[in-house]
């Protein structure tokens, strides 16, 4: 997209200021689809911090993570439980933690997508 969708843009800036993480979203970027819920950027990016610093060989990178948000209107969603969906399944099964620009959403739909075998 040239220009960030401004309906996504207020999702997430409504996102941002409520401190919620319990919006789903399912995105199309890159030809990838990411769906699961979006996270306030501060608390995605403790949630990071976190992870990096309980590993022996990534704590390094901790700190990268704890460097304050950016003003203005939100530029990029955090999802976090959330999986890149490949055929029938969703990787990881357990979800992830994914940063994507707003810009290159070319698709989205509010709610999440998961499979079962019924």
């Not at 970027?29 to 949630?47: D, K, S």
């Not at 992870?51 to 993570?65: E, H, I, K, N």
């Amino acid at each position: 997209m040239s220009k960030p969708d401004e309906l996504l843009v207020d999702l997430a800036a409504l996102v941002e200021s409520g401190q919620s993480n319990q919006m789903s979203l399912t995105v199309v970027t890159g030809g990838a689809v990411i769906t699961g819920r979006l996270a306030p950027e501060a608390v995605w990016r403790q949630r990071v911090s976190e992870v990096l610093t309980d590993s022996d060989r990534l704590g390094q990178f901790a700190a990268v993570f704890n460097t304050p948000e950016t003003n203005g209107p939100p530029a990029h969603l955090h999802f976090h439980v959330a999986r890149i969906l490949q055929g029938t399944m969703g990787i990881p099964e357990t979800g992830g933690m994914y940063r994507v620009a707003i810009e290159n959403v070319s698709a989205w739909t509010v709610g999440d997508f998961s499979y079962s075998d019924r």
